[in-house]
């Protein structure tokens, strides 16, 4: 079994700075991509960006390209979203996925299905506001 958590949520003024964490036990996730989601309320769970399993290649929503950077450490079983430039439009619950397989991307248009994706954290919130 496999456990997914996330942190590093929170409140933050538009422009500022998260980086979100998600680390992982139970199991190796070496050969898993790793996918963020962000679901806001009253809307569909939107995919944000991924990493492939050894981290060379990484993929981002057109929303948050040159804002956000995804990296993993997989010594340390953990992957990270660092999101700058704040928008209050980036306001939701940020979760982390483990897939296996060709799921990162997921198309030339979509960055990660929720779908192709084995296991999940609980999410943490983030806020952006003044």
């Known amino acids: 079994q496999v456990h997914l958590a996330e942190s590093g949520g929170g409140l933050v003024q538009p422009g500022g700075s998260l980086r979100l964490s998600c680390e992982a036990s139970?199991?190796?996730?070496?050969?898993?991509?790793i996918g963020w989601f962000r679901q806001a309320p009253g809307k569909e769970r939107e995919g944000v960006s991924c990493?492939?399993?050894?981290?060379?290649?990484?993929y981002y929503t057109d929303s948050v390209r040159g804002r956000f950077t995804i990296s993993r450490d997989n010594a340390k079983s953990t992957t990270f979203l660092q999101m700058n430039s704040l928008k209050p439009e980036d306001t939701a619950v940020y979760y982390c996925a483990a897939g296996l397989g060709p799921v990162c991307p997921y198309s030339d248009d979509v960055v990660a299905s929720s779908n192709n994706y084995d296991y999940w954290g609980q999410g943490t919130q983030v806020t952006v506001s003044s």
């Open positions: 990493i492939t399993p050894n981290g060379d290649s990484t």
């Open positions: 139970g199991k190796s996730l070496n050969y898993y991509a």
